[in-house]
């Protein structure tokens, strides 16, 4: 799922500042999952919101309304009627939903999240990094452990030299990725696979190459 | 004959070499390049010069390492993978060897985040075995990363790091190896406290006749205080300082002194070891300590640098 987190209240604040009638638009997918922008967070953020205007002195008119997936146009424009009540929108989507809202739309749509990264649960309220959209996947070679994402440095053949005690240099915190591809390659007896150099990664696939579009003709309409 | 350097020839000799470590400075002045020289010169045969160490902004390791040159001793010049790319580093080396300088140890580099500009974006499009591999068919193959042809390759020799200190431990000797494989001519190891395990990892690297495919040179450090040795414990991943080398520091009247004396004694044991080709003293911001240890580890004199051999060059 796309991993993200919502914004300090005060930023939030400041960006809706001008507007007296607001729309707040949750994303009931990935962000519900990782309980940044779902219908429950949305509702939470339209209180404080209205809550804080009316401690200001300056009154706002809050709409609340959750959609299944703000990356498809196809639920956006079913809730066309509300964007025609409000000055602008704030989006609790990642920035793909915020970005697909404000094309169709005449008025501000504003982020109410930072978008952080594609991850997986790792503990219930924990979510962890697992891949960068590199285009090109090397899980195959280093036992089914991202280097790319989960590699402060990316390195693709081997760990550097601050990898201690299983834990990543950078952050105590953080596991070595290297460490697990080690670790899971020895157990599944492929450990001489690392042996082999690979060689300087092709970054065209990945952002590097400019922003990416995929299409499948077989599928249009 | 690869480069022709004069670290290269002594190797080639057999000689127990010495290389050194500076730190280029965080401004613009040559002098202090031109003073640590006077420090390290007929002391070492060879000093690295660092590239943005600890990823704090720095002169460049290139224009330093040139300065070097011009002031009478050779450099080796680290270059890192954090602040380039393939097409910087390819120019770096080009421009490095066009100026003089024959010795290049290519590594990953420090995270930012250890650095003065932790905001930074890091760049590791190349890690440092593909760096290797890099220059490796720049010279011999005379070729880019890319495949395209160069007219005159830069004839430098090549130098790659191991740390035995960090983990996986039975990694870091194939990690090496991967090095060597690159086309790594020496490899320098980060500083040996714990002689145990850097004699665990000699055995390793002997058992895979990893010393007979490159020079392996043996880091020391020494250290000016306890405060200093138990901060690198604690505070600096994949160094590991052995309690009693902890415990006589504390227990010394004179910090220096103790420092110095302990890497002395760790260097002759050092020289004993199969397959050790040489020692890389890094004294960090001391470099004035170092003429006092060559002296007592029984290093001196250095052999004399001679001409280098002329190398025919064509093209453009």
Redesign the interface.
Same mark, same amino acid.
């Given at each position: 799922m796309i991993v993200a987190e919502q914004k300090p209240i005060e930023e939030v604040l400041k960006s809706i500042e001008p507007f007296d009638k607001i729309l707040v638009l949750g994303c009931n997918t990935c962000v519900a999952v990782c309980m940044a922008g779902g219908e429950k967070e949305a509702g939470i953020l339209a209180s404080m919101i209205r809550l804080a205007r009316e401690k200001a002195g300056k009154l706002v008119d809050v709409l609340e309304k959750t959609v299944e997936r703000q990356c498809d146009d196809e639920f956006l424009l079913a809730e066309k009627e509300l964007y025609d009540k409000v000055e602008a929108v704030l989006s609790t989507a990642c920035g793909v939903g915020v970005q697909q809202l404000s094309a169709l739309l005449q008025i501000p749509v504003l982020p109410a999240l930072n978008t952080k990264f594609m991850g997986g649960t790792k503990d219930h309220g924990t979510w962890s990094e697992r891949c960068s959209g590199c285009g090109d996947c090397v899980l195959e070679l280093t036992g089914g452990i991202c280097p790319v994402s989960r590699c402060a440095k990316t390195l693709l053949n081997g760990p550097c030299g601050g990898s201690a005690d299983g834990k990543c240099e950078v952050n105590p915190d953080t596991d070595c990725a290297w460490q697990l591809i080690i670790d899971r390659m020895t157990a599944l007896e492929r450990l001489d696979k690392l042996l082999e150099i690979q060689p300087a990664k092709n970054w065209k696939t990945a952002r590097d190459g400019g922003p990416r579009t995929q299409t499948r003709e077989d599928v249009k309409l | 004959m690869k480069s022709g350097s004069h670290l290269e020839r002594l190797l080639d000799k057999g000689t127990f070499v010495v290389t050194g470590e500076l730190g280029p400075p965080k401004s613009v002045n040559r002098e202090v390049i031109e003073r640590k020289v006077g420090y390290l010169k007929g002391m070492v045969d060879a000093v690295n010069i660092t590239d943005n160490q600890t990823a704090i902004a720095r002169m460049s390791s290139v224009a330093a390492g040139v300065i070097c040159v011009q002031t009478g001793l050779e450099p080796i010049v680290q270059m890192v &993978?954090?602040d380039k790319n393939?097409l910087a580093l390819q120019s770096d080396v080009m421009g490095a060897y066009a100026l003089g300088i024959r010795n290049i140890l290519c590594l990953? #580099?420090?995270?930012q &985040?250890?650095g003065n500009h932790p905001e930074c974006k %890091?760049v /590791?499009?190349?890690? *440092?075995? @593909?760096f290797v @591999?890099?220059v490796k068919t720049m010279r011999d193959e005379k070729k880019f $990363?890319s495949g395209e042809e160069m007219k005159m390759e830069p004839r430098v020799f090549i130098g790659a *790091?191991a %740390?035995p200190f *960090?983990?996986?431990f039975e /990694?870091r000797v194939?990690?090496m190896?991967?090095k060597i %494989? *690159?086309g790594a001519d020496f490899i320098q190891t $980060?500083p040996v406290f714990d002689l145990e395990r850097f004699e665990r990892f000699m055995e390793l690297a002997r058992k895979r006749n990893l010393h007979k495919r490159a020079y392996i040179l043996a880091g020391v450090m020494p250290v000016k205080s306890v405060r200093a040795l138990t901060y690198m414990r604690d505070s600096v991943? #994949?160094v590991i300082i052995p309690e009693d080398a902890v415990e006589r520091m504390g227990a010394a009247a004179d910090g220096k002194e103790e420092g110095k004396q302990m890497c002395i004694e760790m260097i002759k044991k050092l020289k004993d070891i199969e397959g050790v080709a040489g020692i890389h003293i890094m004294a960090v911001e001391w470099e004035q300590a170092i003429p006092e240890i060559v002296e007592k580890a029984c290093l001196l004199p250095r052999p004399p640098v001679e001409a280098p051999p002329e190398l025919v060059e064509t093209g453009d």
């Open positions: - | &993978c954090r393939r990953t #580099g420090d995270h &985040c250890f %890091n /590791f499009d190349l890690d *440092a075995v @593909q @591999q890099m $990363q *790091a %740390n *960090a983990d996986p /990694f194939i990690r190896e991967k %494989n *690159a $980060q991943p #994949g």
